[in-house]
T-cell receptor, first 115, second 113 residues
Framework: GQQLNQSPQSMFIQEGEDVSMNCTSSSIFNTWLWYKQDPGEGPVLLIALYKAGELTSNGRLTAQFGITRKDSFLNISASIPSDVGIYFCAGQLRYSGAGSYQLTFGKGTKLSVIP | NAGVTQTPKFRVLKTGQSMTLLCAQDMNHEYMYWYRQDPGMGLRLIHYSVGEGTTAKGEVPDGYNVSRLKKQNFLLGLESAAPSQTSVYFC????????????FGSGTRLTVV
């Protein structure tokens, strides 16, 4: 099956710093999604990207769909303590054979923000 | 607007016991999924359903069974729990159209001793 390589696995940053994380794949995806998981909760969708080259922002978050359709990155500007959590990338094929449009998830980037 | 509700939130089982995890969604979504999350492993798909009365195996289906008798509910069963099934289980749902992300429940933390 498809695999997503997400990096870094964890990050410790000072409040106010910018953060960057990325995902790469050996497969081509038609959709890239970025989720955040707060401790004790389920992942929540942050940004969805639908076209190669697309750059989308959501407040202090910016994500891009790589031109090759095999990668995506997420940037967080001016980090704050509530940015703490695990960030997951996910790629979606248009059709995965079973009609399920399954998501393939990266293993996550654990972000810690030092006040 | 409840979204996706999982019950129970926590459970401790003894090896060999059985249990059922319930997932309920009120968004009229066609697709539903069960994932398990383990440290350093990300989210791994156990089983999924593309509609009422249908189920299919995901990446790690062994030791689990599922049923989707009603569109809004997706049940995950463990017939004989093993310590390797200690994990956090997440249910998710999505609408049938393309280009929509999943909505996740808040998880069930299961410990098998």
């Amino acid at each position: 099956g498809q695999q997503l390589n997400q990096s870094p696995q964890s990050m410790f940053i000072q409040e106010g710093e910018d953060v960057s994380m990325n995902c790469t794949s050996s497969s081509i995806f038609n959709t890239w999604l970025w989720y955040k998981q707060d401790p004790g909760e389920g992942p929540v969708l942050l940004i969805a990207l639908y076209k190669a080259g697309e750059l989308t922002s959501n407040g202090r978050l910016t994500a891009q769909f790589g031109i090759t359709r095999k990668d995506s990155f997420l940037n967080i500007s001016a980090s704050i303590p509530s940015d703490v959590g695990i960030y997951f990338c996910a790629g979606q094929l248009r059709y995965s054979g079973a009609g399920s449009y399954q998501l393939t998830f990266g293993k996550g980037t654990k972000l810690s923000v030092i006040p | 607007n409840a979204g996706v509700t999982q019950t129970p939130k926590f459970r401790v089982l003894k090896t060999g016991q059985s249990m059922t995890l319930l997932c309920a969604q009120d968004m009229n979504h066609e697709y539903m999924y069960w994932y398990r999350q383990d440290p350093g492993m990300g989210l791994r798909l156990i089983h999924y359903s593309v509609g009422e009365g249908t189920t299919a195996k995901g990446e790690v289906p062994d030791g689990y069974n599922v049923s989707r008798l009603k569109k809004q509910n997706f049940l995950l069963g463990l017939e004989s729990a093993a310590p390797s099934q200690t994990s956090v289980y997440f249910c998710a749902s999505r609408a049938g159209s393309l280009n929509y992300g999943y909505t996740f429940g808040s998880g069930t933390r299961l410990t098998v001793v």
